[in-house]
């Protein structure tokens, strides 16, 4: 008796489902609704990079405070000690992170929208929790809650679904390269609100937070939910109602791929997306390595303020890249962007870490800095728009997160080996013997393994032709 009434339940949540979204797709979106939705993308991208880059700026001064100055576990440390133990504690949060991938795949349930708003929200609190910190253990709290919110990325899938496929990767970078050119604020508010004050480091985490509850009220009051998403959807549930009149497979299978563990077993079906993934752990098991660039500029004695000259010149240079390789990749294809841009990240590390060291003029290091930063983000965001050109839209922010999921076992590796090569040699060294491999072997690989996916279109996308 009880399946029959759980069936009639779901049923009616189902048709009062379709009937709203229905609604939702009949409504005309108001004048100039796509340059409203390009503009929040843009302060949401904005929002974004100062949430994710913000504590890699801050970090020889809380580890300082905390660990050098302060007492952890009723002891003081050296700071690459201090540096070790904070970051073996971070995999905390990054545990708790593997619950953002199940989190995203909300996104193919429920829709775009909620999860865009939950996840600026969701950057601004956690900002806001680390101002007003005055404890390590608080501290972790919001960094652990920015470790789950910042890899969303919600926003990305929103471009990339409402764009035109044949100007995808242009309209992308374009809207990348304006969020990240916002990482100036970085710096900027290191040497007003911080006045290259270490102690006053806390500062600096005040206005981004503040701006993304501004963020967040503009997605709830004007954003729509994607065509892609509804039309989808909307055919799933009619599907579901009558299975014979759906166009395809029936909407009670489908609806069964959504979710991360359908979506794992998915990238495993699909050589392709399989390869892809694989490439991708073993180049994001560079990024603890890629991300100490603070610490690797202190390290070499360089002085507050050099630090901040030569954190200036990131933003510059990664919006400049991101504009770039959008074109590029519209017109060479995605692959070659991210060998190109994999080599530059590479080379430009070697300058940054010899400059930095031999104690250069900060114009020469911030030159390293933002050209192998810029083009390591770059080499991501490009293998995972592959990944989102080889799956169909109802499991797209399913295959992303468990994309997530999976790149994370990379990660580990990565923060293993750095973890404990600081303790035994120079942070410069283990960050170079490990990052310069992943990186180029990755590149390299992809180049050899994995297929061209420029100019697929999202809305055509099937499993037969994935």
């Known amino acids: 008796m009880k399946q029959p009434k759980n069936a009639e339940k779901t049923a009616l949540r189902e048709s009062r489902e379709l009937t709203r979204l229905e609604a939702l797709r009949s409504k005309k979106r108001y004048a100039g609704y796509f340059a409203v939705l390009l503009i929040i993308i843009v302060l949401t991208d904005v929002l974004d990079n100062l949430a994710t880059n913000v504590g890699g700026n801050m970090t020889s001064s809380f580890i300082t405070e905390f660990f050098v100055n302060g007492t952890v576990f009723g002891k003081s440390y050296e700071y690459e000690s201090g540096l070790a133990l904070h970051n073996t504690i971070s995999l905390i949060g990054y545990v708790l992170a593997l619950l953002a991938p199940f989190y995203k795949s909300l996104a193919d349930r429920i829709g775009r929208k909620p999860l865009f708003a939950m996840s600026a929200l969701g950057m601004a609190l956690s900002l806001l929790v680390i101002f007003i910190c005055k404890s390590y253990p608080v501290f972790l709290i919001g960094s652990f809650m920015l470790s789950f919110f910042i890899g969303s990325d919600i926003q990305i899938l929103y471009v990339l679904e409402e764009a035109p496929k044949e100007k995808r990767a242009t309209v992308y970078s374009l809207l990348k390269g304006l969020g990240g050119l916002s990482s100036v604020a970085i710096p900027a508010m290191r040497a007003t609100l911080m006045e290259n004050d270490p102690t006053k480091w806390r500062n600096v985490y005040l206005l981004p937070g503040l701006f993304g509850l501004a963020v967040t009220v ?32 029936s909407a009670k299978k489908t609806e069964a791929r959504a979710g991360i563990v359908p979506a794992i077993r998915y990238i495993w079906r699909h050589k392709d997306l399989r390869t892809l993934i694989l490439i991708k752990m073993l180049f994001d098991a560079a990024i603890i390595a890629m991300t100490n660039y603070e610490s690797i500029m202190y390290r070499a004695n360089m002085t507050t303020e050099d630090i901040t000259t030569a954190e200036f010149y990131y933003p510059f240079l990664y919006c400049g890249a991101v504009i770039v390789s959008g074109f590029l990749a519209d017109r060479i294809g995605r692959k070659k962007t991210v060998f190109l841009f994999g080599l530059i990240s590479a080379a430009s590390f070697v300058l940054f870490i010899v400059s930095a060291n031999g104690l250069w003029h900060p114009a020469v290091v911030g030159l390293g800095y933002g050209l192998y930063l810029g083009g390591y983000w770059i080499g991501r965001d ?10 169909p839209t ?15 076992i990379g990660m580990a590796v990565g923060f293993a080996f750095v973890n404990i090569g600081i303790l035994i040699a120079p942070l410069w060294l283990i960050c170079s013997l490990f990052a310069l491999p992943c990186i180029l072997i990755s590149v390299f690989l992809l180049q050899r393994k994995v297929n061209e996916t420029m100019g697929v279109d999202y809305e055509t996308i099937t499993e037969d032709n994935a």
């Open 218 to 249: 503009l997605i709830v009051l004007f954003v729509k939910e994607t065509h892609v998403f509804l039309d989808k959807r909307i055919s799933t549930l009619q599907g579901r109602r009558t299975p014979e009149a759906a166009p395809d497979a």
């Open 394 to 408: 109802h499991i797209r922010a399913s295959i992303i997160g468990a994309e997530g999921l999976l790149v994370y």
């Open 382 to 391: 490009y293998m995972e728009i592959i990944s989102t050109e080889m799956v």
